[in-house]
């Protein structure tokens, strides 16, 4: 059975910094694309982060790239991400999932490439 964990979620000042993180079960992790992805209060959901556990090929959204570090322990099965200088706007719950690899390029997994997902951790931004 596939499992996704997101952690380490909670309630941070504007400015302040979380390391969320996800371990992972079920599937030949170092085979997959694991991404990060969040939906707002009111808002769709977004790809924030994904990352290829094959060839390390990684993407970050355009929204947070300059404040977020997405990484892979192929080791323990856990990816993480940094996200630092939190807004206001980052409030929302994160979730990860993971994607068969069918695209050459972690963008697209995304966009719209995952298979399984996991519950979310939240983030609240106070500002």
């Known amino acids: 059975e596939v499992q996704l964990q997101a952690s380490g979620g909670g309630l941070v000042p504007t400015g302040g910094s979380l390391r969320l993180a996800c371990a992972a079960s079920?599937?030949?992790?170092?085979?997959?694309?694991i991404g990060w992805f969040r939906q707002a209060p009111g808002k769709g959901r977004e790809g924030v982060s994904c990352?290829?556990?094959?060839?390390?090929?990684?993407y970050y959204s355009e929204s947070m790239k300059d404040r977020i570090t997405m990484t892979s322990d192929n080791a323990r099965n856990m990816v993480y991400l940094q996200i630092n200088n939190l807004k206001p706007e980052d409030t929302a719950v994160y979730y990860c999932a993971a994607g068969v690899p069918y695209f050459s390029s972690s963008y697209y997994h995304c966009v719209d490439g995952m298979d399984h997902w996991g519950k979310g951790t939240l983030v609240t931004v106070s500002s």
């Open positions: 079920g599937f030949a992790f170092d085979k997959y694309v």
């Open positions: 990352i290829s556990n094959r060839d390390d090929n990684t």
